[in-house]
T-cell receptor, first 111, second 110 residues
């Protein structure tokens, strides 16, 4: 079944730690995205990718980085987590104008 | 600039119809979408309408588009408690550019 998977679902981590949020999709979509969303609030685009080896920063400044070495995989890394990074992170993929398929999200808490 | 606006809250009784409204600013929008988000989950695409259409119906969902006024609405017939969620309107401008509204919180009272 075509889908998009994010792991972990929940993560509590100490300040200064390095973390990687995983995102994988099985649909073969070229475009992938990372959004940051405080619970029930607006979505803010932080990174996107048009395809392998293509990554761009989004509208919201973020201290995270992404990579796209394989079509299906689009991980997001925080080199040094801070309490201000506490939020929900949503990964999505799309093809042309068909709309986005979103993962279930990773809820990150930095203590 | 590009913007999508929605009212923040809507409360209806179970069995009634819900109408969620959205306005957008960019006339180059090619697709307009409605997404549903339940607590603790990602967004789920409910339906979408191409910009040259006026209406689209899909079971209990009816989307109306007034391109002149840049107004989009989502009608949910026979609203159920399971429809309680946040509904996001979104405008696709091409490429990577999709603008999301802030979401309308739908409360369904039994």
């Amino acid at each position: 079944e075509a889908d998009i998977y994010q792991t972990p679902r929940y993560l509590v981590i100490g300040t200064g730690k390095k973390i990687t949020l995983e995102c994988s999709q099985t649909m073969g979509h070229d475009k992938m995205y990372w959004y940051q969303q405080d619970p029930g609030m607006e979505l803010h685009l932080i990174h996107y990718s048009y395809g392998v080896n293509s990554t761009e920063k989004g509208d919201l400044s973020s201290e995270s980085t992404v990579s796209r070495i394989r079509t299906e995989h689009f991980p997001l890394t925080l080199e040094s987590a801070r309490p201000s990074h506490t939020s929900q992170y949503l990964c999505a993929s799309s093809e042309a104008g068909d709309g986005y398929t979103f993962g279930s999200g990773t809820r990150l808490t930095v203590v | 600039g590009e913007d999508v606006e929605q009212s923040l809250f809507l409360s209806v009784r179970e069995g009634d119809s819900s109408v969620i409204n959205c306005t957008y600013t960019d006339s180059s929008s090619t697709y307009l979408y409605w997404y549903k988000q339940e607590p603790g989950a990602g967004l789920q695409l409910l339906t979408y309408i191409f910009s040259n259409m006026d209406m689209k119906q899909d079971q209990r969902l009816t989307v109306l588009l007034n391109k002149k006024d840049k107004h989009l609405s989502l009608r949910i017939a026979d609203t159920q408690t399971g429809d309680s969620a946040i509904y996001f309107c979104a405008s696709y401008l091409g490429g990577f550019k999709t603008i999301f509204g802030a979401g309308t919180r739908l409360f369904v009272k039994a």
